[in-house]
């Protein structure tokens, strides 16, 4: 995990997914460093965040130590706002921030994982 300015920031994500790119646009904005686990074909990294967050959807990000599990970008920003880490700002990016994975991308988990939509 990074620590830049006491954050610390794990981001469980897919790597293709509409979700997953939303939460990587907002800490991109913000210029926020974090540990971007890839949770695709990886079973120890599932896990941990199942266990962590309490359920099986992504994505989910660890904020000093405070889970938001299955959040949207939009959702992250939110909390990055009303928590005082950042101030709000105008992305340059026109990535949504608030969309899933649309028809074509890959949703299975793999097969030790639940198959399921973002």
Do not use: F
């Amino acid at each position: 995990m990074e620590k830049e300015n006491n954050i610390l920031i794990k981001a469980y994500l897919k790597p293709s997914c509409g979700w997953s790119r939303g939460v990587r646009a907002v800490l991109a904005k913000y210029q926020l460093p974090y540990d971007d686990i890839n949770i695709i074909g990886n079973a120890e990294a599932y896990s941990e965040m199942v266990t962590k967050s309490g359920q099986p959807l992504s994505p989910c990000v660890e904020i000093n130590g405070e889970m938001l599990a299955d959040v949207s970008g939009e959702e992250v920003e939110g909390y990055l706002i009303s928590h005082g880490i950042v101030a709000p700002a105008k992305s340059v990016d026109d990535t949504p921030i608030d969309r899933g994975c649309h028809d074509g991308e890959p949703v299975e988990m793999g097969s030790w994982g639940t198959k399921k939509g973002s």
